[in-house]
């Protein structure tokens, strides 16, 4: 009895080692790729059969995790290489390797294409860790150990199987990855060859640019620049794709490489778009095609320039997308052009996008599907296809040459034809025209002799009317002059009598402010009629200095002696920055806005006289209380001698705001109606502030 309770007690133990040991057997490779001498010389020795995968979609696992944790029976065998499409999921490759007696220690591990972001070997270092060689186009090309433009890992193989991983992860683009092992000597071979091949197809372009360009001079057509640059645009397309970018121009900016693949992508996108559209003559067979396909090139220039910021992984997916609804109905149309249209001058270029078109589709299938679509991978073709494209391409365009050469020979010849017939009815036109062309001389002369008769009197008109000027304005200064004389004389007996003993008199002080004021009045009516005279163009001369508005404002009030003078009240907000300007004609600008709005203010009202300064600007605000403005005469209250006809009841000569506007004008400034109502008007005096130095 007690022998069954041991035996049901270790019955669990026993199960629980069982499930451990069978587990242990399915997180183990299947079987072992063991490499002997002959292999890896002529050719690499694939691993699509040795290997097993595991995706990580957190991408945060650890070789501890995924060696000896629990990830470690999650791995599934995988045929064929590694398609994982779009995504930026981690993958963990497991494979198992030995090697004959025979056969070198020493192997390569090459890992293509050289499109993916992080690409990491764990090999066992025989105690039970792991040796890390990271690479990927994430890293610099100069921390490569092997310099090639795939990425390969150089292993040292045991005798006796040893378990590797292999992390891969892509920031965007279409994950595809294919292995295979190398002898060094094989290796060397091999890229050799790859490097010829690139020297190849970097040389036939470059030919196919130089000859484009020499037909484009000659012919004067545009195409053939266009086509030196699309195939520019492959043969960058081909260095981007290949690896050789990373290697020659960016191993120090590891981080641009995938961003730059993007962008000549999509540059390649546009220039390839609209060298088809322009060839194949979309716009003039069917204006709807010619749109879509401009609709194309702005959809990629838009990803050029968001691949150009940094958002390559974002857009990666939908330039595929694009780039494959653009090349499906190119194809449509071209096929109807050739078989519905009956276009058949179009054959060639038709077969050289055919082979491109057929590649593109090929690659962007297998991308997507894998090893359901069948043949090999789309990097094998990539060469080959490119120069079967290239060739046709330039056939295609030999062609268009040689049918324009021969058009033009036609042409040529139709030319000389119409311009024989053309010369002998150009010499009856001659003989004609020469007839009337003298005729219409004859009526020249005539017309000049007239018109000068015309210029003469004119100049005598202008002459006469100068010296009309002239002598009105030496008429206005000579009677300026001689009122002033008599006015000062006037104004100073005024004054006189006023600081006599009759001037304490109420009467005598009453007459005297009434006949000061009409001097004053006086006196500002020829200072504005001269001041008119001075603002003519010819006599535009300022005396200019360093002015405080605010003093000169203080300075009128004060010494004002227009009648309700004492009504004008002040208002300074500080600071205020100094003007440039004339004092004399500031004076009068000041005075003659004061002076209105005294006048069309009722007597008990004040005449707010407002100074700020806003921004760079020094402001008068002359505010009164009046009737305001009319609408109808807004417009016109700045012109020369201009009075409305609510104004009639009123002293003025219409030279105030006129004058006022010239002098700020003037100064760089302005005057304008801020603004009017039934309740009064605001007039606006701005003068630019003097800028700050040594003579400010």
């Not at 484009?216 to 970018?245: K, M």
Request: proline letters at 5%.
């Amino acid at each position: 009895m007690r022998l069954d309770v041991e035996t049901t007690r270790a019955g669990p133990g026993c199960l629980l080692v069982l499930l451990c040991l069978l587990l242990g057997c399915l997180a183990t490779p299947a079987r072992a790729l063991v490499l002997s001498a002959s292999d890896g010389l002529g050719r690499g020795v694939q691993l699509s059969g040795a290997l097993e995968i595991q995706r990580d979609p957190s991408g945060r696992w650890r070789i501890a995790d995924v060696a000896r944790g629990a990830q470690r029976s999650g791995f599934a065998p995988l045929e064929g290489p590694v398609q994982e499409g779009f995504g930026r999921d981690a993958v963990w490759l497991r494979f198992s390797l030995a090697r004959t007696a025979d056969a070198p220690a020493r192997w390569l591990l090459r890992v293509r294409p050289p499109r993916i972001h992080e690409a990491t070997l764990y090999a066992p270092d025989g105690r039970g860790g792991f040796v890390e060689t990271p690479l990927g186009d994430a890293r610099p090309f100069a921390a490569r150990e092997i310099p090639d433009h795939n990425f390969v890992f150089p292993l040292d193989l045991p005798t006796e199987p040893a378990v590797y991983f292999l992390r891969l992860r892509n920031d965007g683009p279409s994950l595809r990855a294919e292995l295979d092992l190398w002898q060094p000597l094989g290796f060397e071979r091999d890229r050799t060859a790859d490097y010829a091949t690139m020297g190849v197809l970097l040389g036939a372009a470059l030919l196919a640019v130089c000859m484009n360009l020499i037909f484009g001079a000659w012919l004067r057509d545009g195409l053939y620049a266009h086509y030196a640059l699309y195939v520019l645009c492959i043969a960058a397309l081909s260095v981007n794709r290949q690896g050789f970018a990373a290697q020659w121009f960016l191993d120090d900016r590891p981080e641009r490489v995938a961003q730059t693949l993007l962008a000549v992508n999509c540059f390649f996108n546009m220039v390839g778009t609209a060298f088809m559209s322009r060839i194949f003559q979309f716009r003039h067979h069917w204006p709807p095609a010619a749109y879509f396909f401009s609709a194309v090139v702005v959809f990629n220039f838009a990803a050029f320039v968001l691949a150009l910021a940094g958002h390559h992984a974002a857009i990666a997916t939908w330039v595929s997308a694009g780039s494959t609804a653009s090349t499906l109905f190119g194809v449509v149309f071209v096929c109807y052009l050739l078989f519905v249209r009956r276009q058949f001058q179009y054959l060639l270029p038709a077969s050289a996008f055919a082979v491109g078109t057929v590649l593109g589709l090929y690659g962007l299938l297998k991308l997507w599907f894998g090893d359901r679509v069948p043949g090999v991978a789309p990097d094998r073709i990539y060469w080959l296809g490119s120069m079967f494209h290239l060739i046709l391409l330039n056939v295609a365009v030999a062609d268009r040459t040689r049918r324009a050469e021969r058009d033009f020979r036609a042409e040529r010849e139709r030319v000389l034809a119409v311009r024989l017939e053309a010369e002998q009815a150009l010499e009856g036109t001659v003989a004609r025209r020469t007839a009337e062309l003298q005729q219409t001389n004859a009526a020249l002369h005539e017309e000049i002799a007239a018109r000068a008769r015309l210029e003469a009197r004119l100049r005598e008109s202008l002459e006469v009317e100068r010296q009309a000027i002239a002598q009105q304005r030496e008429f206005v200064s000579m009677v300026s002059h001689e009122f002033r004389t008599p006015l000062t004389v006037i104004d100073g007996a005024a004054q006189s009598l006023d600081i006599s003993k009759l001037g304490a008199e109420p009467v005598v002080k009453q007459r005297t402010e009434r006949i000061r004021r009409a001097v004053q009045r006086l006196t500002m009516l020829i200072e504005n009629i001269l001041l008119a005279d001075r603002l003519q163009p010819e006599n535009r001369t300022l005396r200019i200095e360093a002015l405080d508005m605010a003093a000169l404002a203080r300075g009128l009030c004060e010494s004002f002696h227009f009648p309700g003078a004492s009504r004008l009240v002040l208002d300074v907000h500080e600071p205020l920055s100094r003007v440039r300007g004339d004092r004399a004609l500031l004076e009068i600008a000041l005075q003659n806005l004061m002076q209105n709005a005294l006048k069309y203010s009722p007597p008990e009202q004040p005449v707010h006289v407002v100074l700020r300064q806003t921004d760079n600007t020094v402001q008068v605000d002359v505010i009164d209380r009046g009737p305001g403005v009319a609408p109808a005469d807004a417009a016109r209250i700045f012109e020369k001698y201009f009075r409305a006809e609510t104004a009639s009841a009123v002293a003025g000569t219409g030279l105030g705001l006129h004058l006022s506007r010239e002098i700020a004008i003037r100064h760089g400034g302005d005057v304008v109606l801020h603004e009017t109502g039934t309740g009064g008007s605001t007039f606006r005096l701005a003068i630019p502030a003097a800028p700050l130095g040594p003579g400010a």
